[in-house]
């Protein structure tokens, strides 16, 4: 992305353009401005400090030099400008120089907070200057027209919050497109077109906020690129919605004038949307993925402005820690304040060290981890939550022991004051019981005298009822009668009531009353004892009381008269109030008046005596009475004064009880306290020390709180030993020396983890090691979801068991209902385990893996893809992956807590140890378990208790002994306690004694974990070499079941320890490539002694590297020592146990070079005799004197240390294999070259019945269907299916894995196979290979053992076929001898080019159809036809593979030498000058095979027809191999260290290489020099040269210039340019001109000393003639000179040239002045695989370990073909390189080949063809 052009000169005028009159109108205000705007446009895409002091020192030259000031005068203390324009309140924004900082953080935390209060998302941010800088520069770009920001850093680093924030300081709206899980190119134009509405149409300002997790289709980028560079996305809108915008846009065209035509009105959209939208690109630079974007899309770079979020600085860090614990207490003043500060220096120290941790593990593991701000914030939050939390969690701890203590010492103090009180209270109660007993006395007597007067007072009062009884029963009787006339009375009365002052004025009225009227009138007068007539009557009705005196009436005292007089009148019918009535109301009243006074008068004079007697007989009464009461008064007195003495009496015994009472309670509470002090006096001692610890503790807090927290955040992708050391010596150091208060005996564990929870996660199937807990406290403590590498299970296994019980639902990310499934379980709070991630989480999980819920009408919601649910808090979430080494971005790994779960050694013996005493001693395991089981329960149990006791103690209020049920419940509780502890100590006992038994059978636990960590390494040589712990773990149990029982542990043990080695060495050999299997032994077996402590790791790994090269000051002291082995031998003697090697080598110099020379140097005497070095010891001198035979070496360590037949790979099996797998294990081929079993498992089907249903399909395009349907089907019915090529269907394989793992024993036939075939690929399912049975079927290593497997395979293993041939002793014969080409045409390819030119996959097949061949020839004819054979094999069967020429003549010579008729009738015919392989004689089958298993586990070259020196080369190879493949095994075997950068080693290559070159050739004057001559074609021939050259140095020179550039980002780095530096720093020849180059196998500098030797030889003969020799290495096209030097000849002797050849005569080693005749003389060839003789003149034997000879100089005369007649001699060829191989041009040339030249021989050519023997113009060094 350093990439300038004129659109950023643009950009700096652009914001030079904003200055303002009123602040920018100084000089140096406008150099500020101008400082602002190119440090805004070239500085902020700069990535590393180099290169932004590079642009500084730039800007200050320029400062300098155009306008004469520094910078440091310009910017004091050198901090540059910041211009911002939001400071001011106003219309117009007025972009300033802000030199206050504080000024501009006000005015964002305002921004902020005015942000955080709208309805958006609150964000937490901490505006340190860094992030200011950074909102400003988004400001600064998104407040200019069209400006569109690209925003580099990692995830986490606040690229989106910042932009957030910048837009809404600009009042701009925020658009971002949402990724559900089927969101795709056509979801992503719909959001475009929105977006377009809005900004196009709605004409709304918009930021489109798009980050690089989104882009799940590059289709995006396409689009966005357009966006950028034009505004327009082509065919974005279809016609109709473009008609429905020109319609929204008619206004506003009319407005501006415009014509409204198509094109007018979509270009006013797009400048409107293009004027409205500002782009504002989140991209992470990390990967390759970035690259490649910037190349495929320039507009990314080219039409933004860049900011690069580099790490956050220290202040920055510094200002987020303060911010966020400025709240936290840390004591008072001062002191507070100090450990503030520390703490916010060490969580920097923390986030450093774990990036220096991170690129150390990525160095030594290959491991990524990346450290984000997002980890920081985590930490100091994690810290402030953990602080409180574990604050309040130790307080109410030390709290609640606090106050069971008080409870006890309050107690403890009473028993003295209860004692004093309950003899006190005996004393009184006794006093009271005395006061008793004498008030007793006095009251039983007075209440004799109160009883005596009661009775006389109860007869006299009886007595006197009867009398009042009668008086009641009289006065009833008077009553009755009075209340006949009461009624008449009470009616008489209302009627008088009711008249009124006109009633009697109407009566008075009257002159003559009506009759009635008077008659009433007269008896009223009567009634009055007046005068009967109207005037009285009259006078009186006047009268005003009248009536009032008529209701007053004595009507007691009528007299006897009246009442007669009355009578009279009453007895007239017509004297009715009725009658009356009519006349008159008011007379009507008084009738009835008169009326009821008759009545009353006759009643009353029946009562009055009656009333009389009842007032006598109530008088006697009242006087009796008034008697009585005298009586009662007496008897009352007494009675009270007997009840005040029994009421003291009373109160004396309710005193004297409560007093009894007391000291009954006394005594109980005395009771109760002594329970109480002695039943808790034990947990007394321990309470206060688990206060004062606790209280210590609370003191450590801040101190074990960071690391804690620290721990969660960082530790999590780390393996042990580094999360030991940044905890150990990093956090902790930094801790204590900032003398922040920690526990000096610090444990993670014990800190974050009750004992408790950790043994239910054994219980649980968490390994017990602490590893492994520290990963269970992570993912239970973590505060993001958990992702857990887990190759072996071990983290799902635990997860399934732990949430068992929870209704766990397990999902994978392929299954059709993961969504449904896992929106189930957010609502309704249900764990969730998502299995078998890759390296990419599914993009709907995001807002699950952030936790971003909102609140929405009142409950918690999440918003997942376009549906939006309740989120429950109980909700869990894990993620496991079984890579076993995942690349995580940043963009992932922020989102979720990595946590590795890789088994370590420690946990996995303590699994093994447990099945193995569960399998010999199940009664033992049991018991453990069990054990395991209630030691578990009864520490829960005993936590309980206490807790209750203490609950029970802070919970009883006032005095405890009162309570007596909490008493109850404390005893109860102690008593349950004590049993429980007792219970504990005897399982504590038991356990022990279970232990003790138990450890006998660790060392096998210990052999084993040894042996599955060897095999876990493998995966690092080769993606396919998996092996899950369940496999492993099966195949220990059957060893346990099948290996040798014995009595003795220890023989048991070692028989199951031998058992099973080879067991897993054999079963994994079946998986492993040929060339890996010697690596395995050789690393199970120092596996094994590194364990028991007999291998040292510093001598292992010296003899895998050979030590780290440094300047050897040492000088060699034998010319035949190689200096690299001198080397060795040198930093060798560093190591302790070869001090002194060194003098010993120079002081046995000769015994030295025996060794040296040896054929065998393993076995030579010496090298045993020479010092006390054990054979691992031997190894690494022989590694230093002759790597080549560090293989056969080695072989014999592996045979000495663990047997013979570790060595010695079992042979293919299919049958083996397909009786280790069952229905639901796939079978898996992993391929090699020329390996194909297909025709062995159509064989062996045939053999197991299944031939007839057996499907195949070769995987591919569109196959997948297809191969389900195969699979369902065969499911169903048990048949076998073929899937071939599982690496061609990379996108297949997440189905395959799916289809696997369904396979269910239940549902699927158990006949059914699933048969696989595959070459190695990395995205072959990992489960299916940890579970499934794997095989290689390549031809074996070695010939014997290739031979072995001959006698295997299908026709050669059925006796039928053998014994159907006619002519027995041929055919075995024959056969034999076609097994023995077949392994020796087979073995020839490991010694590369001196073998077979092209490397041919000659395979099974070849063998059996010349078999065949044979067997049909010998049946059909009675003699043996070896030609035809010869032919048939030689040419067809074998030699139709064969494409070169001098291959085919190799082939057939070897074929000639073996399948001849002396092979067949000579018994001793041998195939080697030694003897050792020879035909064995005529006999059984058997025979052939036993002589085979005889042969040298290592051929010599000699049964190959090769000297011995082919084996150095080879077996350096091999070594190579071996020990490079062995280091991919070995962690942290990286060099690490400083050093140069690549950029800086690049550069200096590049100016090295370049210093060297010459100018290129100038071709035009050599032509004027060299003009085209019919005589002369050398003229020809070096004009072409140097053209070719030309343009050879010019690639060479452009890209070398180039990359200088882009080193220093003047050019872009292009994929060629990249691929040219990556070949420069692997010190190998860029692909970029070997396109333009003569072809070559050197390493990058021998190549660029070659190339310049090439042109120095070129220039010199322009220069100064066409030489005298040729140097034929030094052309670039050899067949132009060698046509050259024919034509020369051809056309001086006028002879045709195509009747022309090459006789080559071989000249002596002497300087040649002047040129050839006829012809030239060549030299610069070199001879392989032979030597030239010097003193015979002829083709001879190799000297020891010399593999080329230089040749002398040779004369090419060309002749006549029939003019030449050679001596005996071998046609060598002679090749460009070493390769020897090459490609054939259109011009009908080799790349390669050059040309046969005939070498004279005393041997027969077949001698040398079989030894590879050829001439090559160049070596590779």
């Given at each position: 992305h350093y990439l300038f052009n004129l659109r950023d000169i643009s950009r700096v005028f652009q914001g030079l353009l904003r200055a303002h009159k009123d602040f920018h109108d100084t000089r140096d205000s406008m150099m500020r401005l101008w400082v602002h705007e190119t440090t805004r446009v070239f500085c902020d895409r700069l990535v590393g400090d180099k290169d932004i002091a590079d642009f500084t020192k730039l800007l200050e030259d320029k400062l300098h030099e155009v306008f004469d000031v520094s910078l440091a005068t310009l910017c004091p203390h050198r901090i540059l400008p910041v211009f911002a324009d939001f400071c001011r309140e106003g219309a117009v924004p007025v972009y300033e120089d802000i030199t206050d900082i504080k000024r501009l953080r006000k005015a964002l935390d305002d921004k902020l907070e005015d942000y955080n209060n709208s309805p958006f998302v609150p964000m937490n941010l901490v505006l340190f200057r860094d992030a200011i800088e950074h909102i400003t520069r988004i400001v600064r770009v998104i407040r200019l027209d069209r400006g569109n920001m690209l925003l580099m850093g990692v995830g986490g680093?606040?690229?989106?919050?910042?932009?957030?924030?910048?837009?809404?300081?600009?009042?701009?709206?925020?658009?971002?497109?949402?990724?559900?899980?089927?969101?795709?190119?056509?979801?992503?134009?719909?959001?475009?077109?929105?977006?377009?509405?809005?900004?196009?149409?709605?004409?709304?300002?918009?930021?489109?906020?798009?980050?690089?997790?989104?882009?799940?289709?590059?289709?995006?980028?396409?689009?966005?690129?357009?966006?950028?560079?034009?505004?327009?996305?082509?065919?974005?809108?279809?016609?109709?919605?473009?008609?429905?915008?020109?319609?929204?846009?008619?206004?506003?065209?009319?407005?501006?004038?415009?014509?409204?035509?198509?094109?007018?009105?979509?270009?006013?959209?797009?400048?409107?949307?293009?004027?409205?939208?500002?782009?504002?690109?989140?991209?992470?630079?990390?990967?390759?993925?970035?690259?490649?974007?910037?190349?495929?899309?320039?507009?990314?770079?080219?039409?933004?402005?860049?900011?690069?979020?580099?790490?956050?600085?220290?202040?920055?860090?510094?200002?987020?820690?303060?911010?966020?614990?400025?709240?936290?207490?840390?004591?008072?003043?001062?002191?507070?304040?100090?450990?503030?500060?520390?703490?916010?220096?060490?969580?920097?120290?923390?986030?450093?060290?774990?990036?220096?941790?991170?690129?150390?593990?990525?160095?030594?593991?290959?491991?990524?981890?990346?450290?984000?701000?997002?980890?920081?914030?985590?930490?100091?939050?994690?810290?402030?939550?953990?602080?409180?939390?574990?604050?309040?969690?130790?307080?109410?701890?030390?709290?609640?022991?606090?106050?069971?203590?008080?409870?006890?010492?309050?107690?403890?103090?009473?028993?003295?004051?209860?004692?004093?009180?309950?003899?006190?209270?005996?004393?009184?109660?006794?006093?009271?019981?005395?006061?008793?007993?004498?008030?007793?006395?006095?009251?039983?007597?007075?209440?004799?005298?109160?009883?005596?007067?009661?009775?006389?007072?109860?007869?006299?009062?009886?007595?006197?009822?009867?009398?009042?009884?009668?008086?009641?029963?009289?006065?009833?009787?008077?009553?009755?009668?009075?209340?006949?006339?009461?009624?008449?009375?009470?009616?008489?009365?209302?009627?008088?009531?009711?008249?009124?002052?006109?009633?009697?004025?109407?009566?008075k009225s009257y002159t003559k009353p009506p009759p009635l009227v008077e008659m009433v009138l007269e008896a009223v007068m009567i009634l009055r004892k007046s005068k009967p007539d109207w005037a009285e009557a009259k006078r009186q009705l006047g009268e005003v009381n009248f009536i009032k005196q008529l209701i007053d009436f004595d009507k007691d005292n009528m007299s006897d008269k009246v009442l007669k007089k009355i009578q009279q009148y009453c007895s007239k019918p017509e004297f009715m109030p009725d009658v009356v009535g009519r006349v008159s109301l008011a007379a009507r009243s008084l009738c009835m008046w008169v009326r009821a006074m008759d009545v009353y008068g006759r009643v009353f004079k029946v009562v009055e005596p009656k009333r009389m007697a009842l007032k006598e007989a109530q008088d006697t009464l009242a006087?009796?009475?008034?008697?009585l009461a005298s009586a009662k008064e007496k008897l009352r007195e007494v009675t009270e004064r007997v009840e005040r003495l029994q009421s003291d009496y009373e109160a004396k015994l309710k005193t004297k009880e409560e007093l009894r009472v007391k000291a009954e309670q006394t005594a109980m509470r005395l009771d109760r306290a002594a329970k109480l002090v002695s039943g808790l006096a034990g947990e007394?001692?321990?309470?206060?020390?688990?206060?004062?610890?606790?209280?210590?503790?609370?003191?450590?807090?801040?101190?074990?709180?960071?690391?804690?927290?620290?721990?969660?955040?960082?530790?999590?992708?780390?393996?042990?030993?580094?999360?030991?050391?940044?905890?150990?010596?990093?956090?902790?150091?930094?801790?204590?020396?900032?003398?922040?208060?920690c526990d000096p005996n610090f444990s993670m564990n014990s800190f974050l983890a009750k004992p408790t929870d950790v043994r239910f996660w054994n219980i649980q199937g968490l390994p017990s090691d602490a590893f492994s807990t520290e990963n269970g406290v992570i993912v239970t403590r973590g505060r993001r979801w958990p992702l857990m590498i887990d190759p072996q299970g071990q983290a799902n296994k635990w997860v399934k068991n732990m949430e068992k019980g929870n209704k766990l639902a397990v999902v994978k990310q392929t299954d059709a209902d993961f969504v449904r499934t896992l929106e189930n379980a957010i609502q309704f709070g249900t764990p969730v385990l998502l299995e078998n991630v890759g390296e990419e989480l599914d993009s709907i999980l995001e807002s699950v893996l952030l936790k971003q819920t909102f609140k929405q009408g009142g409950a918690i919601c999440i918003r997942i893809g376009d549906s939006t649910i309740e989120y429950s808090k109980d909700f869990r979430f894990y993620v496991t992956t079984k890579l076993p080494n995942p690349h995580y971005l940043p963009e992932t790994a922020v989102k979720v807590t990595l946590v590795n779960f890789m088994i370590t050694p420690a946990g996995l013996?303590?699994?093994?140890?447990?099945?193995?005493?569960?399998?010999?001693?199940?009664?033992?395991?049991?018991?453990?378990?069990?054990?395991?089981?209630?030691?578990?329960?009864?520490?829960?149990?005993?936590?309980?208790?206490?807790?209750?006791?203490?609950?029970?103690?802070?919970?009883?209020?006032?005095?405890?002994?009162?309570d007596e049920s909490a008493i109850r419940v404390l005893s109860s509780s102690k008593v349950l306690a004590n049993e429980i502890a007792e219970k504990q100590q005897i399982a504590d006992e038991t356990e022990k004694k279970i232990d003790t038994a138990r450890s006998g059978y660790k060392p096998i636990a210990a052999h084993s974990s040894v042996l599955f960590f060897t095999i876990a390494q493998l995966a690092n040589i080769d993606p396919m070499y998996q092996y899950s712990l369940p496999w492993f773990t099966n195949l220990f149990l059957a060893s346990i079941e099948n290996s040798e029982r014995a009595e003795e542990v220890e023989k048991r043990l070692d028989n199951l320890r031998v058992h099973f080695t080879y067991s897993?060495?054999?079963?994994?050999?079946?998986?492993?490539?040929?060339?890996?299997?010697?690596?395995?032994?050789?690393?199970?077996?120092?596996?094994?002694?590194?364990?028991?402590?007999?291998?040292?790791?510093?001598?292992?790994?010296?003899?895998?590297?050979?030590?780290?090269?440094?300047?050897?000051?040492?000088?060699?002291?034998?010319?035949?020592?190689?200096?690299?082995?001198?080397?060795?031998?040198?930093?060798?003697?560093?190591?302790?146990?070869?001090?002194?090697?060194?003098?010993?080598?120079?002081?046995?110099?000769?015994?030295?070079?025996?060794?040296?020379?040896?054929?065998?140097?393993?076995?030579?005497?010496?090298?045993?005799?020479?010092?006390?070095?054990?054979?691992?010891?031997?190894?690494?001198?022989?590694?230093?004197?002759?790597?080549?035979?560090?293989?056969?070496?080695?072989?014999?360590?592996?045979?000495?240390?663990?047997?013979?037949?570790?060595?010695?790979?079992?042979?293919?099996?299919?049958?083996?294999?397909?009786?280790?797998?069952?229905?639901?294990?796939?079978?898996?081929?992993?391929?090699?070259?020329?390996?194909?079993?297909?025709?062995?498992?159509?064989?062996?089907?045939?053999?197991?019945?299944?031939?007839?249903?057996?499907?195949?399909?070769?995987?591919?395009?569109?196959?997948?269907?297809?191969?389900?349907?195969?699979?369902?089907?065969?499911?169903?019915?048990?048949?076998?299916?073929?899937?071939?090529?599982?690496?061609?269907?990379?996108?297949?394989?997440?189905?395959?894995?799916?289809?696997?793992?369904?396979?269910?024993?239940?549902?699927?036939?158990?006949?059914?196979?699933?048969?696989?075939?595959?070459?190695?690929?990395?995205?072959?399912?990992?489960?299916?290979?940890?579970?499934?049975?794997?095989?290689?079927?390549?031809?074996?290593?070695?010939?014997?053992?290739?031979?072995?497997?001959?006698?295997?395979?299908?026709?050669?293993?059925?006796?039928?076929?053998?014994?159907?041939?006619?002519?027995?002793?041929?055919?075995?014969?024959?056969?034999?001898?076609?097994?023995?080409?077949?392994?020796?045409?087979?073995?020839?390819?490991?010694?590369?080019?001196?073998?077979?030119?092209?490397?041919?996959?000659?395979?099974?097949?070849?063998?059996?159809?010349?078999?065949?061949?044979?067997?049909?020839?010998?049946?059909?004819?009675?003699?043996?036809d070896y030609d035809a054979i010869v032919y048939l094999i030689g040419q067809c069967n074998y030699g139709g593979r064969v494409t070169d020429d001098w291959d085919r003549r190799c082939l057939t010579t070897i074929l000639g030498k073996i399948l001849c008729t002396a092979m067949v009738e000579d018994d001793g015919f041998r195939f080697s000058e030694s003897g050792k392989y020879y035909a064995p004689a005529h006999g059984e089958m058997d025979s052939y095979v036993e002589y085979t298993r005889s042969l040298p586990l290592?051929?010599?070259?000699?049964?190959?027809?090769?000297?011995?020196?082919?084996?150095?080369?080879?077996?350096?190879?091999?070594?190579?191999?071996?020990?490079?493949?062995?280091?991919?095994?070995?962690?942290?075997?990286?060099?690490?260290?400083?050093?140069?950068?690549?950029e800086q080693r690049v550069s200096e290559i590049a100016g090295d290489i370049l210093s060297k070159l010459p100018p290129l050739f100038d071709t035009a004057a050599a032509l004027r020099k060299y003009p085209t001559s019919y005589m002369e074609s050398m003229n020809t021939v070096l004009v072409q040269e140097m053209v070719r050259f030309n343009r050879l140095s010019e690639v060479v020179q452009t890209s070398l210039v180039n990359i200088q550039k882009a080193v220093k980002g003047l050019v872009v780095m292009s994929s060629e340019l990249e691929g040219v530096v990556s070949s420069m720093l692997k010190g190998k020849i860029p692909a970029m001109w070997a396109k333009k180059s003569y072809p070559s196998l050197k390493p990058l500098g021998s190549y660029v000393n070659d190339l310049l030797a090439r042109l120095k030889f070129l220039q010199s003969w322009c220069d100064t003639g066409a030489p005298p020799i040729f140097w034929l290495s030094g052309f670039y096209f050899t067949q132009a000179f060698l046509t050259g030097v024919q034509q020369n000849f051809a056309r001086k002797y006028k002879i045709p040239i195509d009747l022309l050849s090459f006789a080559f005569i071989i000249l002596d080693d002497k300087e040649y002045t002047s040129p050839a005749t006829d012809g030239a003389y060549i030299n610069g060839l070199f001879l392989e695989g032979a030597r030239w003789d010097r003193g015979t003149c002829l083709l001879a034997e190799q000297n020891p370990k010399v593999l080329h000879d230089k040749m002398p100089v040779i004369l090419l005369q060309p002749k006549k073909r029939e003019d030449i007649k050679p001596p005996p001699s071998y046609e060598a060829p002679l090749y460009k390189t070493s390769e020897r191989r090459g490609v054939l041009a259109t011009t009908g040339h080799s790349s390669n080949y050059v040309i046969a030249i005939k070498l004279p021989t005393d041997k027969p050519a077949a001698h040398w063809i079989q030894r590879g023997v050829a001439l090559l113009t160049q070596l590779d060094d």
């Amino acid at each position: 992305h350093y990439l300038f052009n004129l659109r950023d000169i643009s950009r700096v005028f652009q914001g030079l353009l904003r200055a303002h009159k009123d602040f920018h109108d100084t000089r140096d205000s406008m150099m500020r401005l101008w400082v602002h705007e190119t440090t805004r446009v070239f500085c902020d895409r700069l990535v590393g400090d180099k290169d932004i002091a590079d642009f500084t020192k730039l800007l200050e030259d320029k400062l300098h030099e155009v306008f004469d000031v520094s910078l440091a005068t310009l910017c004091p203390h050198r901090i540059l400008p910041v211009f911002a324009d939001f400071c001011r309140e106003g219309a117009v924004p007025v972009y300033e120089d802000i030199t206050d900082i504080k000024r501009l953080r006000k005015a964002l935390d305002d921004k902020l907070e005015d942000y955080n209060n709208s309805p958006f998302v609150p964000m937490n941010l901490v505006l340190f200057r860094d992030a200011i800088e950074h909102i400003t520069r988004i400001v600064r770009v998104i407040r200019l027209d069209r400006g569109n920001m690209l925003l580099m850093g990692v995830g986490g680093s606040g690229r989106q919050s910042l932009t957030r924030l910048a837009a809404f300081v600009l009042e701009f709206k925020v658009f971002q497109i949402e990724v559900t899980r089927h969101y795709r190119l056509l979801e992503f134009r719909e959001d475009l077109k929105k977006l377009y509405r809005l900004t196009g149409v709605e004409n709304q300002t918009t930021v489109f906020l798009f980050v690089d997790t989104q882009i799940v289709v590059e289709d995006f980028l396409e689009d966005i690129n357009n966006i950028l560079s034009s505004g327009e996305v082509p065919n974005l809108f279809a016609p109709e919605e473009l008609e429905e915008i020109k319609g929204a846009l008619s206004p506003e065209a009319r407005k501006l004038g415009l014509e409204e035509t198509a094109d007018n009105m979509f270009r006013l959209f797009i400048e409107r949307v293009r004027n409205n939208l500002h782009v504002v690109l989140c991209m992470s630079p990390v990967g390759e993925p970035f690259r490649n974007r910037m190349r495929m899309y320039p507009g990314l770079v080219s039409c933004t402005t860049i900011d690069y979020f580099s790490a956050w600085p220290q202040d920055a860090l510094m200002a987020v820690a303060q911010k966020y614990l400025e709240d936290v207490n840390f004591g008072e003043g001062q002191t507070g304040d100090q450990i503030r500060a520390a703490i916010s220096r060490t969580f920097t120290v923390v986030q450093q060290s774990v990036v220096t941790s991170s690129q150390k593990m990525k160095e030594e593991l290959k491991r990524f981890n990346y450290v984000t701000p997002t980890n920081y914030l985590e930490l100091v939050t994690g810290y402030k939550n953990l602080l409180s939390e574990k604050r309040k969690e130790l307080g109410d701890a030390a709290d609640k022991l606090a106050n069971g203590l008080s409870k006890i010492d309050d107690t403890r103090a009473k028993v003295q004051s209860m004692s004093v009180e309950l003899e006190e209270t005996k004393k009184r109660v006794a006093q009271f019981q005395q006061e008793c007993d004498e008030y007793l006395v006095v009251i039983v007597q007075q209440k004799r005298e109160a009883d005596d007067q009661q009775k006389a007072v109860s007869a006299r009062s009886e007595k006197i009822s009867v009398e009042a009884a009668a008086c009641q029963e009289m006065e009833v009787a008077a009553r009755a009668d009075l209340e006949e006339a009461l009624p008449a009375l009470e009616q008489a009365m209302e009627a008088l009531k009711s008249l009124n002052k006109n009633d009697i004025v109407e009566i008075k009225s009257y002159t003559k009353p009506p009759p009635l009227v008077e008659m009433v009138l007269e008896a009223v007068m009567i009634l009055r004892k007046s005068k009967p007539d109207w005037a009285e009557a009259k006078r009186q009705l006047g009268e005003v009381n009248f009536i009032k005196q008529l209701i007053d009436f004595d009507k007691d005292n009528m007299s006897d008269k009246v009442l007669k007089k009355i009578q009279q009148y009453c007895s007239k019918p017509e004297f009715m109030p009725d009658v009356v009535g009519r006349v008159s109301l008011a007379a009507r009243s008084l009738c009835m008046w008169v009326r009821a006074m008759d009545v009353y008068g006759r009643v009353f004079k029946v009562v009055e005596p009656k009333r009389m007697a009842l007032k006598e007989a109530q008088d006697t009464l009242a006087s009796k009475q008034a008697t009585l009461a005298s009586a009662k008064e007496k008897l009352r007195e007494v009675t009270e004064r007997v009840e005040r003495l029994q009421s003291d009496y009373e109160a004396k015994l309710k005193t004297k009880e409560e007093l009894r009472v007391k000291a009954e309670q006394t005594a109980m509470r005395l009771d109760r306290a002594a329970k109480l002090v002695s039943g808790l006096a034990g947990e007394r001692s321990r309470w206060e020390a688990s206060i004062a610890s606790l209280r210590r503790s609370m003191e450590y807090l801040p101190g074990d709180s960071l690391i804690a927290s620290a721990f969660l955040s960082y530790m999590g992708p780390f393996p042990a030993e580094y999360r030991e050391n940044l905890v150990r010596k990093t956090w902790l150091q930094q801790v204590r020396s900032e003398q922040i208060p920690c526990d000096p005996n610090f444990s993670m564990n014990s800190f974050l983890a009750k004992p408790t929870d950790v043994r239910f996660w054994n219980i649980q199937g968490l390994p017990s090691d602490a590893f492994s807990t520290e990963n269970g406290v992570i993912v239970t403590r973590g505060r993001r979801w958990p992702l857990m590498i887990d190759p072996q299970g071990q983290a799902n296994k635990w997860v399934k068991n732990m949430e068992k019980g929870n209704k766990l639902a397990v999902v994978k990310q392929t299954d059709a209902d993961f969504v449904r499934t896992l929106e189930n379980a957010i609502q309704f709070g249900t764990p969730v385990l998502l299995e078998n991630v890759g390296e990419e989480l599914d993009s709907i999980l995001e807002s699950v893996l952030l936790k971003q819920t909102f609140k929405q009408g009142g409950a918690i919601c999440i918003r997942i893809g376009d549906s939006t649910i309740e989120y429950s808090k109980d909700f869990r979430f894990y993620v496991t992956t079984k890579l076993p080494n995942p690349h995580y971005l940043p963009e992932t790994a922020v989102k979720v807590t990595l946590v590795n779960f890789m088994i370590t050694p420690a946990g996995l013996e303590d699994q093994l140890l447990g099945i193995v005493v569960a399998q010999e001693r199940p009664e033992l395991e049991e018991e453990k378990n069990a054990l395991i089981l209630q030691s578990a329960g009864n520490k829960r149990q005993l936590k309980e208790i206490e807790d209750k006791i203490l609950e029970v103690l802070s919970s009883s209020e006032g005095n405890i002994l009162e309570d007596e049920s909490a008493i109850r419940v404390l005893s109860s509780s102690k008593v349950l306690a004590n049993e429980i502890a007792e219970k504990q100590q005897i399982a504590d006992e038991t356990e022990k004694k279970i232990d003790t038994a138990r450890s006998g059978y660790k060392p096998i636990a210990a052999h084993s974990s040894v042996l599955f960590f060897t095999i876990a390494q493998l995966a690092n040589i080769d993606p396919m070499y998996q092996y899950s712990l369940p496999w492993f773990t099966n195949l220990f149990l059957a060893s346990i079941e099948n290996s040798e029982r014995a009595e003795e542990v220890e023989k048991r043990l070692d028989n199951l320890r031998v058992h099973f080695t080879y067991s897993l060495y054999r079963n994994v050999c079946r998986s492993l490539f040929e060339k890996d299997k010697l690596l395995f032994a050789l690393l199970l077996c120092v596996n094994l002694q590194k364990k028991a402590g007999t291998v040292d790791e510093t001598e292992w790994m010296f003899l895998l590297t050979g030590g780290i090269g440094l300047d050897n000051p040492h000088k060699k002291p034998a010319t035949w020592l190689p200096t690299k082995a001198w080397d060795e031998i040198c930093r060798l003697a560093d190591l302790p146990r070869f001090t002194g090697l060194r003098e010993l080598v120079a002081g046995n110099l000769d015994s030295w070079k025996q060794v040296y020379d040896d054929v065998r140097p393993h076995e030579h005497p010496y090298l045993s005799a020479a010092a006390s070095w054990d054979i691992f010891q031997r190894l690494l001198m022989l590694r230093c004197l002759r790597p080549d035979k560090a293989v056969p070496a080695i072989q014999a360590f592996v045979s000495s240390q663990m047997g013979q037949k570790f060595i010695e790979p079992p042979p293919f099996d299919l049958a083996g294999a397909f009786a280790d797998s069952q229905a639901c294990v796939p079978l898996i081929f992993v391929l090699s070259p020329g390996a194909d079993p297909t025709g062995a498992l159509l064989k062996f089907a045939d053999d197991q019945g299944y031939g007839s249903s057996l499907q195949t399909l070769s995987l591919g395009q569109g196959q997948g269907p297809i191969a389900m349907k195969m699979i369902e089907k065969a499911v169903k019915e048990g048949t076998w299916v073929v899937l071939q090529n599982c690496h061609l269907a990379v996108s297949w394989m997440p189905t395959l894995e799916r289809l696997c793992e369904e396979l269910n024993p239940d549902t699927v036939h158990p006949s059914f196979r699933l048969w696989l075939t595959s070459y190695p690929s990395p995205h072959f399912p990992v489960t299916v290979l940890q579970n499934g049975v794997k095989m290689t079927n390549e031809p074996p290593k070695g010939l014997r053992a290739n031979l072995i497997r001959s006698y295997l395979i299908d026709p050669i293993s059925d006796p039928s076929f053998i014994a159907g041939c006619q002519q027995e002793k041929p055919f075995r014969k024959l056969l034999f001898g076609l097994c023995f080409f077949h392994a020796v045409v087979q073995e020839r390819r490991k010694f590369a080019a001196l073998g077979w030119n092209i490397p041919y996959e000659f395979n099974d097949t070849d063998l059996q159809i010349s078999i065949r061949q044979i067997n049909m020839l010998l049946n059909q004819y009675t003699h043996v036809d070896y030609d035809a054979i010869v032919y048939l094999i030689g040419q067809c069967n074998y030699g139709g593979r064969v494409t070169d020429d001098w291959d085919r003549r190799c082939l057939t010579t070897i074929l000639g030498k073996i399948l001849c008729t002396a092979m067949v009738e000579d018994d001793g015919f041998r195939f080697s000058e030694s003897g050792k392989y020879y035909a064995p004689a005529h006999g059984e089958m058997d025979s052939y095979v036993e002589y085979t298993r005889s042969l040298p586990l290592i051929p010599d070259p000699e049964v190959f027809g090769m000297h011995a020196n082919a084996d150095i080369s080879k077996d350096q190879n091999e070594t190579n191999l071996l020990f490079n493949s062995v280091l991919l095994t070995q962690a942290g075997t990286s060099s690490g260290g400083g050093g140069k950068s690549d950029e800086q080693r690049v550069s200096e290559i590049a100016g090295d290489i370049l210093s060297k070159l010459p100018p290129l050739f100038d071709t035009a004057a050599a032509l004027r020099k060299y003009p085209t001559s019919y005589m002369e074609s050398m003229n020809t021939v070096l004009v072409q040269e140097m053209v070719r050259f030309n343009r050879l140095s010019e690639v060479v020179q452009t890209s070398l210039v180039n990359i200088q550039k882009a080193v220093k980002g003047l050019v872009v780095m292009s994929s060629e340019l990249e691929g040219v530096v990556s070949s420069m720093l692997k010190g190998k020849i860029p692909a970029m001109w070997a396109k333009k180059s003569y072809p070559s196998l050197k390493p990058l500098g021998s190549y660029v000393n070659d190339l310049l030797a090439r042109l120095k030889f070129l220039q010199s003969w322009c220069d100064t003639g066409a030489p005298p020799i040729f140097w034929l290495s030094g052309f670039y096209f050899t067949q132009a000179f060698l046509t050259g030097v024919q034509q020369n000849f051809a056309r001086k002797y006028k002879i045709p040239i195509d009747l022309l050849s090459f006789a080559f005569i071989i000249l002596d080693d002497k300087e040649y002045t002047s040129p050839a005749t006829d012809g030239a003389y060549i030299n610069g060839l070199f001879l392989e695989g032979a030597r030239w003789d010097r003193g015979t003149c002829l083709l001879a034997e190799q000297n020891p370990k010399v593999l080329h000879d230089k040749m002398p100089v040779i004369l090419l005369q060309p002749k006549k073909r029939e003019d030449i007649k050679p001596p005996p001699s071998y046609e060598a060829p002679l090749y460009k390189t070493s390769e020897r191989r090459g490609v054939l041009a259109t011009t009908g040339h080799s790349s390669n080949y050059v040309i046969a030249i005939k070498l004279p021989t005393d041997k027969p050519a077949a001698h040398w063809i079989q030894r590879g023997v050829a001439l090559l113009t160049q070596l590779d060094d």
